[in-house]
């Protein structure tokens, strides 16, 4: 298994390590609720370190962008991030990616780790193809990548920066501490505020204590504690995040996901521009009505925890028409909810479904709009 950057950090906070995506990561420090509920009440940091961190630099390295990402790259300034899908020709999802824009013809995309390799294979045969002139730089193992989520994060940060909490979502600032530079964007997978900060590897135990060394708010409690990937996947589940895997896939056409925001069908191709691969297959989805199924979220009656695979059938006991792609025990909300995709005339707010577990148990469920959780400004 590859390793983190931060292993040491992790054992040093006594972990629960598990294989993920090809490296041993953190799933709990302790109790994954209270990893959950301490994010949402003040701020959790988090290793992402296995996210795939790729840098695309020279003369075509926006229009293979263009041509590979579902929405407008063009578009965007130097110091801007961009969440968008990666599709393929059939118009499903290869990934989800973050792009950042670093100058006119510098970017870095974050890829999900089990995606990585796939993802440099098919950014190059797209390089190849075009014979455009692009250099790919993989720098995964080279750096690490750290998320700061939580209410009192940016408090956190304005004792060691005034330009980082002025940042805008979606924005990002390259910065100098001691010799070494860190990129932090104003970007996160919580439904939180926080930044997430990419930095060399070697760097990384230098600036947790440089960045922990006042960990304090007024009252004199521990603002950031590490958190885990388990608490990782009920936060984004509550802020109605998908996950590749579950809710985003090679076979799940990308008008069924629920980011319909992240698709620009109208991209033209022109003597500047690029339509993306799997735009044609996607407008044929469109022009013929949509998808069959879309993501819907689900609230749910009882104490049962809906899980991936399980069946929903229509309310009325009429017959199955969707099938469950995540779900957790809400620490937030205090009941069980789910994602999952269900047949277009059934995923109005307030439909009542059943959800039925594998030993045949059925769960009431009500569609809801997503998130389930929004952070209070």
Not at 169 to 196: I, P
Not at 283 to 303: F, N, S
Not at 319 to 338: D, K, M, Q, R, W
């Amino acid at each position: 298994m590859l390793q983190t950057p931060l292993r040491q950090f992790h054992l040093d906070h006594n972990a629960t390590m598990v294989e993920f995506a090809g490296w041993e990561m953190p799933i709990r420090y302790g109790s994954i609720v209270e990893e959950h509920e301490h994010t949402r009440r003040s701020g959790g940091i988090f290793d992402v370190s296995h996210m795939g961190r790729v840098v695309f630099k020279g003369l075509h390295a926006r229009r293979l962008l263009e041509r590979t990402c579902s929405r407008r790259i063009g578009n965007m300034t130097p110091g801007q991030c961009r969440y968008t899908l990666v599709c393929n020709e059939q118009g499903g999802v290869r990934d989800d990616v973050i792009v950042y824009r670093t100058d006119d013809d510098e970017f870095l995309v974050v890829v999900n780790a089990a995606n990585r390799p796939k993802m440099l294979e098919h950014f190059e045969r797209v390089r190849a193809e075009n014979n455009w002139k692009v250099g790919i730089e993989d720098r995964t193992e080279k750096t690490a990548m750290v998320a700061l989520q939580g209410p009192k994060v940016m408090d956190l940060i304005a004792k060691v920066s005034k330009e980082i909490p002025a940042l805008k979502r979606y924005r990002f600032a390259v910065k100098n501490l001691v010799v070494m530079k860190l990129t932090v964007s104003r970007t996160g997978y919580t439904g939180e505020d926080g930044v997430e900060v990419i930095l060399p590897a070697t760097g990384v135990g230098m600036a947790l204590k440089f960045l922990l060394k006042d960990n304090k708010d007024e009252a004199g409690a521990e603002i950031l504690r590490p958190a885990g990937l388990g608490a990782r996947d009920s936060l984004r589940l509550e802020a109605g995040m998908p996950l590749y895997g579950h809710e985003l896939g090679e076979e799940i056409n990308a008008l069924a996901c629920g980011v319909d925001f992240a698709i620009s069908l109208d991209k033209n191709k022109d003597e500047d521009g690029e339509t993306f691969i799997g735009q044609e297959a996607l407008l044929r989805t469109r022009d013929a009505g949509g998808p069959g199924r879309r993501v819907v979220g689900l609230r749910c009656e009882g104490k049962r925890t809906p899980r991936q695979g399980m069946k929903i059938r229509a309310g009325d006991g009429s017959g199955e028409v969707g099938e469950v792609s995540s779900g957790c025990a809400s620490p937030t909300l205090g009941y069980p909810i789910a994602m999952g995709f269900v047949v277009a005339d059934q995923t109005a707010a307030g439909t009542k479904l059943t959800i039925v577990t594998d030993k045949g148990a059925e769960i009431p469920a009500e569609v809801v709009a997503l998130p389930f959780y929004k952070a209070p400004k």
